[in-house]
């Protein structure tokens, strides 16, 4: 059962918060990255992404969702989910637009600016994922600064006005555990908040992935592992 939502688009702090609910005891967690690490749920999100299914049923087995494509079925997930609390991750919009820029809109394309040449499972999440967020969300425009940065903010409106105050946090990585772990109402680590996946550290991913060598983690279950 899904007891956290994260509502934030992509590159808002999605991965660090991913990292900290597992630590926290709130894993696993599904993200972009287990999509493309796990292929066999794709169906599943394609069911939902066409209205044949809940997106819910994607995430059985997973106790949080995070960044897309979950937050692209944010009310569907919150009517399956009535129990759970939806963590709304943000920054500074001209900060995510960058970052989202250089990393996750400059992956699809190779060196020479062309499209990538994908095959196989990682193709068919690339497409779904183009279809979800890049002509979805964005329209096609996601090069079109203001207007990207226009639907980043009509979706962090949304979810201010449609989810119940007692059911959002509205969260920002600099913020750290307090505010986290007092919505979640669990003690706060013996640790530093996590920084995980800065640009250079997802540029290094792709390339991994796309050469074949990123390693595929072990069976789904329920652990407080790092990504």
């Given at each position: ?103 996750l809109y400059r992956s699809r394309f190779d060196e020479a600016g062309e499209p990538r040449r ?6 068919r999440v690339a497409e779904f994922a183009e279809d979800l967020i890049w002509r979805g969300a ?35 990585a600099e913020d750290g555990w307090g505010p986290l772990c007092a919505f979640l109402g669990v ?41």
């Open positions: 059962m899904v007891a956290v939502i994260g509502a934030g688009f992509g590159r808002t702090g999605t991965t660090s918060l991913k990292r900290a609910l597992e630590l926290v005891g709130f894993g696993p967690v599904y993200h972009m990255k287990e999509l493309y690490d796990r292929p066999e749920r794709l169906a599943a999100w394609l069911a939902a992404r066409d209205g044949r299914a809940p997106a819910a049923a994607a995430l059985a087995g997973y106790r949080a969702a995070l960044g897309w494509p979950a937050c692209a079925f944010l009310d569907g997930l919150l009517d399956a989910h009535p129990g759970a609390k939806v963590v709304l991750t943000t920054r500074d919009p001209d900060a995510w637009y960058d970052s989202a820029h250089r990393t994908l095959t196989g499972d990682t193709a964005f329209g096609g425009r996601f090069t079109d600064r203001a207007h990207a940065l226009s639907v980043l903010a009509a979706h962090e409106r949304r979810v201010r006005e449609s989810v119940p105050a007692g059911r959002l946090l509205v969260f920002r003690p706060v680590p013996d640790a530093p908040y996590p920084r995980d996946n800065t640009a250079a550290g997802f540029q290094d991913r792709v390339r991994r992935r796309l050469a074949g060598q990123a390693v595929r983690p072990g069976p789904e279950k329920d652990s407080g592992a790092a990504e």
